[in-house]
Nanobody, 130 residues
Framework: VQLQASGGGLVQTGGSLRLSCDVS????????IGWFRQAPGKGREGVSC????????YYADSVKGRFTTSRDYAKNTVYLQMNSLKPEDTAVYYC????????????????????????WGRGTQVTVSS
């Protein structure tokens, strides 16, 4: 089952958007949900991650203090609240499941490594105008 991100759109600099990731159809084993983005001509960048256990969150330095990820267990939905948006936040945003297990203790930025995530679905476009 692929995870689908939704909620993207066009917003002015300084504006806000909230993205949603519906995890209700995901039945495999996973330890958290990550948000990633890919701008035109650039590689995929880890934005945030929220773990199932304890709700621990991780953020890329570029979005700390502006973006917040959360989970509504009743709605089986993970959110990415994006505030103070900048033109450089323009990208296609994806959510994915933390499924790959590793044989070492993960550091903070390991939780933003797309290699450890799976069930990638169709992303949602976020465009921030200047």
């Amino acid at each position: 089952v692929q995870l689908q991100a939704s909620g993207g759109g066009l917003v002015q600099t300084g504006g806000s958007l909230r993205l949603s990731c519906d995890v209700s159809g995901f039945t495999g084993e996973y330890r958290g949900i990550g948000w990633f983005r890919q701008a035109p001509g650039k590689g995929r960048e880890g934005v945030s991650c929220i773990l199932n256990s304890g709700g621990t969150t991780y953020y890329a330095d570029s979005v700390k203090g502006r973006f917040t990820t959360s989970r509504d267990y009743a709605k089986n939905t993970v959110y990415l609240q994006m505030n103070s948006l900048k033109p450089e936040d323009t990208a296609v945003y994806y959510c994915a499941a933390l499924t790959r297990k590793v044989g070492y203790t993960m550091g903070y930025y390991d939780y933003l490594d797309s290699f450890l995530f799976g069930s990638w679905g169709r992303g949602t476009q976020v465009t921030v105008s200047s």
